[in-house]
């Protein structure tokens, strides 16, 4: 006789699958490698906050900077933020190709917005709040360099802690107009707090401080009105898996949609400040004001 059959179960015969993983709370994502980066990536840039604000800025050590010292420090504050994902990622996604990991889709993302916006909504700031740039620095497009670094950090901090809010609101089950309410509440919360925490610095200034905290923060907002639903849903749904040139459309998308919603403010509304029409733009330090001392659209 032959030997007696054996009732092998499937679970048996395949490999288990490895446990969901959930996050510890509805403040964070679902998708282990977007909570791993989000974990590490927000007090990295929180910290390079800090020392802009308080040991640049508010200490007034940036009295002593010339264009090439600004540049320094920009670099030494925004490469931790931008390399992390590709040379120093989490656990989860050593091993990894590079087009898999969410925090180098989250880099690309926020380099792509914050490139549009540096290079061209900062020309609605100059229109529409008169603000002007007056230190020594390097330009592209009439924005200072540094400012097309920074931005990154400022933006990393403002998507991670508002996808967090985001998420807790939909795991509650809020929708509809109040979540579209919260989402504008965020974003006038990212516009007012970067109006006020430059404050110390007098090389960006405006002729009208009111008005840039309060309308003109209002124009700032309609960035992240934005941008903030759509880093919220980067990379989900449909098992996410989304490819470079995805994210780089879908940025570009966004950058659209804001570019739209500005231009929309120009035509409909715009300035917001009250007096004589300001020149604004970026001008070299000590230059005489006016159109002619605007930086050209490359100044190196």
């Known amino acids: 006789m032959g030997a007696p059959a054996v009732a092998v179960s499937r679970s048996t015969m395949a490999p288990s699958s490895p446990p969901l993983s959930l996050p510890s709370s509805p403040w964070e994502s679902a998708d282990p490698s977007r909570r791993a980066f989000e974990r590490r990536a927000l007090p990295l840039a929180a910290s390079s906050l800090v020392a802009l604000l308080v040991g640049l800025f508010g200490s007034g050590a940036y009295v002593y900077c010339g264009r090439w010292a600004y540049l320094g420090v920009a670099v030494v504050l925004t490469a931790p933020s931008v390399l992390a994902p590709f040379v120093a990622p989490p656990a989860v996604d050593v091993g990894r190709p590079l087009r898999d990991r969410f925090g180098v889709k989250a880099t690309l993302w926020l380099a792509i917005f914050g490139f549009v916006g540096n290079w061209f909504w900062s020309h609605y700031f100059y229109a529409l709040l008169g603000a002007t740039y007056t230190f020594d620095?390097?330009?592209?497009?009439?924005?200072?360099?540094?400012?097309?670094?920074?931005?990154?950090?400022?933006?990393?901090?403002?998507?991670?802690?508002?996808?967090?809010?985001?998420?807790?609101?939909?795991?509650?089950?809020?929708?509809?107009?109040?979540?579209?309410?919260?989402?504008?509440?965020?974003?006038?919360?990212?516009?007012?707090?970067?109006?006020?925490?430059?404050?110390?610095?007098?090389?960006?200034?405006?002729?009208?401080?009111?008005?840039?905290?309060?309308?003109?923060?209002?124009?700032?907002?309609?960035?992240?009105?934005?941008?903030?639903?759509?880093?919220?849903?980067?990379?989900?749904?449909?098992?996410?898996?989304?490819?470079?040139?995805?994210?780089?459309?879908?940025?570009?998308?966004?950058?659209?949609?804001?570019?739209?919603?500005?231009?929309?403010?120009?035509?409909?509304?715009?300035?917001?400040?009250?007096?004589?029409?300001?020149?604004?733009?970026?001008?070299?330090?000590?230059?005489?004001?006016?159109?002619?001392?605007?930086?050209?659209?490359?100044?190196?």
Do not use: C, K, Q
Not at 182 to 192: D, I, K, M, P, Q
Not at 204 to 223: E, K, M, N
Not at 279 to 291: A, D, S
């Open 137 to 300: 620095a390097h330009a592209l497009n009439g924005a200072p360099v540094v400012a097309y670094l920074l931005t990154h950090v400022y933006f990393l901090v403002y998507h991670i802690a508002a996808a967090a809010v985001l998420r807790r609101l939909a795991a509650a089950g809020v929708d509809g107009l109040a979540f579209a309410a919260a989402v504008g509440g965020l974003a006038y919360a990212a516009a007012v707090f970067e109006a006020v925490s430059i404050a110390h610095f007098p090389g960006y200034s405006f002729p009208d401080v009111a008005a840039a905290v309060g309308p003109g923060a209002v124009v700032y907002a309609l960035y992240f009105v934005v941008s903030f639903p759509a880093y919220t849903h980067l990379d989900t749904g449909r098992g996410g898996g989304w490819s470079p040139w995805r994210v780089a459309a879908d940025a570009l998308a966004a950058t659209m949609a804001v570019t739209l919603l500005l231009d929309g403010w120009r035509v409909g509304i715009g300035r917001v400040y009250r007096g004589d029409t300001v020149v604004g733009g970026m001008r070299i330090e000590g230059g005489g004001g006016g159109e002619d001392a605007r930086v050209p659209w490359i100044y190196l």
